[in-house]
């Protein structure tokens, strides 16, 4: 008996231009969005049509796409913005998804590289996110590729991630 062959696992930047980029982040960011991780609830149809165009017309966002052969497994969505104090770019990784048929295979640690890659070219000093105390294979991947909590003075205690909703 043959083995299927094995696809190999393409990371990219996303065109929000071409098609098929376009419902590939619509789609993974849907499945993150019905995820318990992601607050267990599908997209809204407006956020599904209004996506792609929203973030094509922000200059300071860009996504990377994960591919396993045809089929989408991974996105990153990131925005920059800008550090106060080193007067200098930073990019904010706001969304990870990875299909869970693909978790455990390094798709986020993948992804997260070419993130870098993208914020070392626009000359971030550095890389940013948020993540859920209880999101132990996500904290373990983001520590494991260098993310820390921070603090300025010990004595102030760790940052704190904090919204206010505004409608």
Known sequence: M????????????????QA???SALVDLLDAYARDPAGGGQP????????LVPALAARPQAFSVLAFDGAQPVGLVNCFEGFSTFACRPLVNVHDVVVLASHRGRRVGEKMLAEVEAIARERGACKLTLEVLQGNAPAIRLYERIGFAGYQLDPALGHAQFLQKWLG
Do not use: G, M, N
């Open 2 to 17: 043959t083995q299927p062959a094995a696809t190999e696992l393409q990371i990219f930047r996303a065109d929000y231009q």
């Open 20 to 22: 098929a980029h376009a």
């Open 43 to 50: 997209l809204a149809d407006f956020a599904k049509k209004h």
